[in-house]
């Protein structure tokens, strides 16, 4: 089973340079929430982002992780939001 410390863990660790805030928002440990910022994400659509951390997860997404609520941005995105 995940937990969203593990889930945090393996994003970042996976993902050069990410910063990842992971949630489990129905407290069961399989509904997760989780905000990935990376430059990786750069020039990417947002589905290829998506994808990026799906493969990370593999075989868990739809199994013992049965939803996964995902933001994906650059850092750039996440300080023009913070200065608006």
């Given amino acids: 089973m ?3 410390e593990n889930i945090k863990q ?3 660790a996976a993902i050069p340079g990410a910063h990842a805030e992971v949630e489990d928002y129905t407290g069961g440990g399989d509904h997760f929430r989780a905000t990935v910022t990376a430059e990786a994400f750069a020039g990417l659509g ?6 990026l951390v799906y493969e990370i997860l ?3 997404i739809g199994g013992a992780i049965h939803a996964l609520s995902l933001t994906t941005r650059t ?4 300080n023009s939001s913070q200065t608006n």
């Fill in 2 to 4: 995940s937990d969203a």
């Fill in 10 to 12: 393996r994003i970042e």
């Fill in 46 to 51: 947002r589905v290829a982002q998506h994808r």
């Fill in 58 to 60: 593999g075989a868990e």
């Fill in 75 to 78: 850092p750039s995105q996440t």
